[in-house]
C-alpha cells in the first residue's frame, strides 16, 4: 500500500511570542485569524511584519497563531541571502544559536539575537497515520514527489503527535525546484 502525503508550501512566516505581539502592536493586542492552516489550531494572522536584516529587508512577513514560547521566523535559504543573514536548517522550535533579525511593527520594534531558521523539510503525522504505517517521532524519511521535475527529499522528519493532520512541508526554494504545488501528492518510500 502506498503512503500517501499532501504537501504544503511553506512561504516566509514568523512565530511571535504574547511579550513580542504586544510590542510590535501595542499594549492587550491579540493576533485575528485570516484563515486556518491544515495543523489543528493552527492560522495565518491578518497581522504582518516587516523583517530586516544587515543586506535587506522584507515587508508585509505574514504572522502565523497562535503565539508562541519563543519568536522564530522561519524563511528560505534565498530569503536569508536576500536579507544577509546566516540561518542553520533546523526543526521549528530549536533556535539556539541561530540568526537573529530586526522585526517591526506598526507600534514597536525588536531585535531578536536568535530565532532565524531554514525550517527542516518535515511530515506532520496524527498518531494513527504513523502507527498504522509503522513511524516514530523524528524518523528520517525519504519522500518522492512526482512531476515534470519529480524528485526524492531525502532526510524528511517524521513529527507525530495526537494533535497534528497529516501534512508534509517544503519551503518555497525546495517546492520551486521541484516544481510542486499546494495539495500535491507525495510518497514514503522509506
Do not use: C
Not at 162 to 177: G, K, S, V, Y
Request: hydrophobic share 40%; proline share 5%; aromatic share 4%.
Amino acid at each position: 500500500m502506498a503512503k500517501m502525503v499532501p504537501v504544503g508550501v511553506s512561504a516566509r512566516h514568523i512565530h511571535l511570542t504574547a511579550e513580542h505581539v504586544q510590542i510590535l502592536f501595542g499594549a492587550g493586542y491579540e493576533l485575528t485569524e485570516m484563515k486556518p492552516l491544515s495543523q489543528p489550531g493552527q492560522y495565518a494572522a491578518n497581522e504582518t511584519v516587516a523583517v530586516v536584516g544587515p543586506k535587506g529587508s522584507f515587508q508585509k512577513v505574514r504572522i502565523l497563531g497562535p503565539v508562541r514560547p519563543a519568536t522564530q521566523l522561519e524563511i528560505s535559504r534565498t530569503d536569508a541571502f536576500a536579507i544577509g543573514v546566516k540561518p542553520p536548517v533546523r526543526e521549528s522550535g530549536d533556535i539556539k544559536g541561530s540568526a537573529g533579525i530586526t522585526i517591526q511593527g506598526p507600534v514597536g520594534e525588536v531585535t531578536i539575537e536568535e530565532g532565524v531558521i531554514v525550517a527542516a523539510r518535515h511530515i506532520h503525522f496524527h498518531t494513527s497515520d504513523a502507527e498504522q504505517w509503522g513511524i516514530v517521532d523524528k524518523q528520517k524519511l525519504r519522500v518522492r514527489v512526482g512531476g515534470d521535475r519529480g524528485v526524492v527529499f531525502e532526510n524528511v522528519v517524521a513529527r507525530v503527535s495526537p494533535n497534528f493532520a497529516l501534512d508534509m512541508h517544503i519551503d518555497t526554494d525546495e517546492a520551486n525546484a521541484a516544481g510542486v504545488e499546494n495539495g500535491q501528492q507525495a510518497e514514503i518510500i522509506d
